[in-house]
């Protein structure tokens, strides 16, 4: 039994974790909760989707237990339970827009990547 198969049940995890965020609303979600509670209303003034495309990503999520959620009257709020999905997306998005930048011709400037800087 070589080493890579010691590590099946990481490279299993981890490629669950990379199925999980394989989708650009997820990660637009996951930046928006970063910087604080969102309800539904607020991600999708931020987000262009619909509301039940919004409402299944924002299950998703949950029930991978990327966000949390709390309710306050009719509104349900979510917040970030994972900082390390959230330091995970940062690196790959902050790296995709430095490659992008580096080989613009390679993408289109509608289909680049936009990471805000801190």
């Known amino acids: ?19 999980l965020l394989s989708t650009p609303i997820r990660l637009k ?10 309800n539904v209303s607020d991600l999708l003034a931020q987000i262009d989707t619909t509301q039940p495309n919004m409402s299944q990503h924002l299950a998703t999520l ?3 237990g990327v966000l949390g959620k709390r309710r306050e009257g009719t509104q349900i709020f ?10 995970l997306c940062r690196a790959v998005c902050t ?8 080989n613009p011709v390679k993408a289109p400037n509608d289909q680049r990547l936009v ?3 801190r």
């Open 62 to 64: 949950y029930r991978a």
């Open 78 to 87: 979510y917040r970030l339970e994972s900082p390390r999905v959230a330091e």
């Open 115 to 117: 990471v805000p800087r």
């Open 29 to 38: 979600i996951i930046s928006a909760v970063c910087h604080g509670e969102r």
């Open 95 to 102: 790296q995709v827009a430095v490659d992008l930048e580096q």
């Open 1 to 19: 039994m070589s080493d890579l198969d010691d590590m099946d049940g990481v490279f299993d995890s981890a490629a669950d974790l990379f199925r």
